[in-house]
Each structure stands twice: as structure tokens, then as C-alpha cells.
């Protein structure tokens, strides 16, 4: 049956710390980027974050890859990222990831590249029911490849080797992928991530007053969602630059509310709280046994995935 290209939910990979070698399984490497649907059914193509919202503006250059590089009729999964030396960088990536206008884009000599690792529609076939690696085969022969377009390589078999080599190479980590699975939407056991350093995303629930010579905020307070009610996680008051400062300051001044929205109690003095709907990305060294942040670090605002969906990785 003829499928026509369009939005797709994307598949979630699922955070393990069981690393393992398998010859039914796949390893690709884990960026630091954000995520991204593209799709054309004959005109331009379409590029859409995790959360459905179409970015096209923000990343031209790539659209206009897509339209070059690729076939008429496709849907393909795939990681927009920023690199910092060798390093994919999502804190790179924030100075351009807001931006519309390309006059603005040019100016921040930012370079984006868009690594396509799965492929959803060829034609008019529907390609998500085959395995995995049948999909990976026929995604090499879609599009040719040229920057900003790559194709996002394997390793077989091999995965704790392959995420020993991650981890020494300073990357983000491993996505270990079934190679007989289906594409399926949503998060799953098919896909998971042995990551190298400990991050995630956490909801903005207020804001600690600055203190000596530092505009804007002190700290934010973050946390997370169980069981439908915000957990806090800690306060994070690192990793920022004078222009983010501006940025979050004037974001959380128009979301303040007079009540708090964690579900405890915040040991912070003073704070002002602010209604939980900004997602931040935080980068910490571990949980401490009560359940906060230690070291955290601000590394970004993701503005790809809601509030509500953020719970603690486990």
C-alpha cells in the first residue's frame, strides 16, 4: 500500500546502564543535538522538531541539502548538531537554534550538520515495518551524501568496545538499536542509550535573585515529573553566558506565579517561582541520596520537548 510522507513520531531510545555486545544489535553514536524529522512529498522539504513543530527557518542550509540531495517522496529520522573541535555541541548549537532569520544565522558562523540514521518512507513505500537494518541499507541509497547531509554509521556486534571508544573520545555515548526492529514511535526497549556522561532534560520551576556583579538570576531551581507532580532536583547556577542571562531573565519574567510548583518543599531563600513550562538541558556528575543535582551544569534551553514529559532517567 502507497504511503504518502509526513510527520512522524519519532522513536525514544531508553537509558540503560547494562552495556553489552550483541550480534543482534547495532551501535551508532549518541550526539549532542537536537532532534529531527524531515519529510517532502515532491516540493520542500519539511524539517520538524521531536515536538511537531516545523524548523525550517532555523535551518536552511538543510532544507535546501534535503532538496538537493535527496528524492522526491522520503520521511528520514536524523540529529542536527554543532560541532566544538571534535566534539558535537548542544551549547554550540544554542547560539542559532532560535534563530529564523538568515542574515542573523550566517552571522553566528555557526555550521550545523544533519546526520540521517533512520529511514521512515522511500517513495511512496512505507519502510518503518522492516527491520532495522534493511532500513539503514536502503537510507544509504537515498540521498547522496554531502555536508550538511550525513549518513550516521554503525559498528555491529561490538557494543562495549564501541562505547569504551566513545567514552575515551570525550562523545556523548552509545544508541545500541535492534537490528531486526521495526520503527515504532514513542519510547522503547529496541533502542538504548549507554551514555558516557549524565545529563538530561529538567522543567524550570523558579529562579534565585543574582548575587555580586551577575545579572539576571542567581540559580535555577529545576526539576522533574513523578507520578504527576514536580519533583525538585536542585538548583543549578553554572554554564551560563551574559547573553543567555538576558535571554532566560526576560523568558521567566513573563512565567512568574506567586505559589511554588514542586511538590516539596525548596530549601532556597527568597526564590521567585515561575510556572513550570521552560525545559532546560542540565549536565551533573551524579544524584546525590536525597535526590538532588551534584555539579550540575546549564548547557542549554530545549525548546523540542514539553514540560510534562520530563521524568527522571533511569
Same mark, same amino acid.
Given at each position: 500500500?502507497? &504511503?504518502?510522507?509526513?510527520? #512522524?513520531?519519532?522513536?525514544?531510545?531508553?537509558?540503560?546502564?547494562?552495556?553489552?555486545?550483541? /550480534?543482534?544489535? *547495532?551501535?551508532?553514536?549518541?550526539?549532542?543535538?537536537?532532534?529531527?524529522?524531515?519529510?517532502?512529498?515532491?516540493?520542500?522539504?519539511?524539517?520538524?522538531? =521531536?515536538?511537531?513543530?516545523?524548523?525550517?527557518?532555523?535551518?536552511?542550509?538543510?532544507? /535546501? !541539502?534535503?532538496?538537493?540531495?535527496?528524492?522526491?517522496?522520503?520521511?528520514?529520522?536524523?540529529?542536527?548538531?554543532?560541532?566544538?573541535?571534535?566534539?558535537?555541541?548542544? !551549547?554550540?548549537?544554542? #547560539?542559532?537554534?532560535?534563530?529564523?532569520? =538568515?542574515?542573523?544565522?550566517?552571522?553566528?558562523?555557526? =555550521?550545523?550538520?544533519?546526520?540521517?540514521?533512520?529511514?521512515?518512507?522511500?517513495?511512496?513505500?512505507?519502510?518503518?515495518?522492516?527491520?532495522?537494518?534493511?532500513?539503514?541499507? *536502503?537510507?544509504?541509497?537515498?540521498?547522496?551524501? $554531502?555536508?550538511? *547531509?550525513?549518513?550516521?554509521?554503525?559498528?555491529?556486534?561490538?557494543? /562495549?568496545?564501541?562505547?569504551?571508544?566513545?567514552?575515551?573520545?570525550?562523545?556523548?555515548?552509545?544508541?545500541?538499536?535492534?537490528?531486526? $526492529?521495526?520503527?515504532?514511535?514513542? =519510547?522503547?526497549? +529496541?533502542?538504548?542509550?549507554?551514555?558516557?556522561?549524565?545529563?538530561?532534560?529538567?522543567? &524550570?520551576?523558579?529562579?534565585?535573585?543574582?548575587?555580586?556583579?551577575?545579572?539576571?538570576?542567581?540559580?535555577?531551581?529545576?526539576?522533574?515529573?513523578?507520578?504527576?507532580?514536580?519533583?525538585?532536583?536542585?538548583?543549578?547556577?553554572?554554564?551560563?553566558?551574559?547573553?543567555?542571562?538576558?535571554?532566560?531573565?526576560?523568558? *521567566?519574567?513573563?512565567?512568574?506565579?506567586?505559589?511554588?510548583?514542586?511538590?516539596?518543599?525548596?530549601?532556597? #531563600?527568597?526564590?521567585?517561582?515561575?510556572?513550570?513550562?521552560?525545559?532546560? /538541558? &542540565?549536565?551533573?556528575? +551524579?544524584?546525590?541520596?536525597?535526590?538532588?543535582?551534584?555539579?550540575? #551544569?546549564?548547557?542549554?534551553?530545549?525548546?523540542?520537548?514539553?514540560?510534562?514529559?520530563?521524568?527522571?532517567?533511569?
Amino acid at each position: 500500500m502507497e &504511503v504518502e510522507p509526513g510527520w #512522524r513520531e519519532p522513536t525514544l531510545a531508553t537509558l540503560t546502564q547494562r552495556h553489552f555486545s550483541s /550480534e543482534g544489535w *547495532l551501535y551508532e553514536r549518541k550526539f549532542d543535538g537536537v532532534r529531527a524529522i524531515c519529510s517532502r512529498a515532491g516540493g520542500t522539504p519539511t524539517l520538524w522538531s =521531536r515536538n511537531h513543530h516545523i524548523v525550517n527557518d532555523s535551518y536552511p542550509e538543510i532544507v /535546501e !541539502a534535503l532538496e538537493e540531495y535527496g528524492g522526491t517522496h522520503f520521511v528520514a529520522d536524523g540529529e542536527i548538531v554543532a560541532f566544538d573541535g571534535a566534539q558535537t555541541s548542544f !551549547a554550540k548549537l544554542q #547560539r542559532r537554534i532560535h534563530l529564523t532569520d =538568515r542574515t542573523r544565522i550566517d552571522a553566528t558562523g555557526v =555550521r550545523v550538520y544533519y546526520y540521517l540514521f533512520d529511514l521512515l518512507v522511500f517513495g511512496h513505500t512505507d519502510a518503518g515495518p522492516l527491520p532495522l537494518r534493511q532500513r539503514k541499507q *536502503l537510507l544509504h541509497k537515498a540521498f547522496d551524501w $554531502a555536508d550538511p *547531509l550525513r549518513y550516521s554509521r554503525h559498528r555491529d556486534t561490538e557494543g /562495549e568496545r564501541y562505547f569504551r571508544y566513545a567514552c575515551s573520545h570525550g562523545w556523548e555515548g552509545v544508541i545500541a538499536k535492534r537490528a531486526d $526492529a521495526p520503527y515504532r514511535p514513542g =519510547r522503547t526497549p +529496541d533502542w538504548l542509550k549507554f551514555k558516557c556522561v549524565k545529563d538530561q532534560e529538567f522543567v &524550570v520551576g523558579g529562579y534565585t535573585r543574582p548575587g555580586g556583579s551577575r545579572s539576571g538570576f542567581g540559580a535555577l531551581l529545576v526539576g522533574y515529573y513523578e507520578d504527576g507532580k514536580l519533583r525538585y532536583a536542585g538548583k543549578v547556577g553554572t554554564g551560563y553566558t551574559e547573553a543567555t542571562l538576558r535571554e532566560l531573565s526576560g523568558v *521567566l519574567g513573563e512565567r512568574r506565579r506567586t505559589s511554588s510548583p514542586f511538590a516539596e518543599a525548596v530549601p532556597e #531563600r527568597g526564590p521567585t517561582w515561575v510556572e513550570p513550562e521552560l525545559v532546560v /538541558e &542540565v549536565r551533573f556528575s +551524579d544524584w546525590t541520596p536525597d535526590g538532588r543535582l551534584r555539579h550540575p #551544569r546549564f548547557t542549554g534551553l530545549r525548546d523540542d520537548k514539553r514540560a510534562g514529559e520530563v521524568t527522571r532517567e533511569q
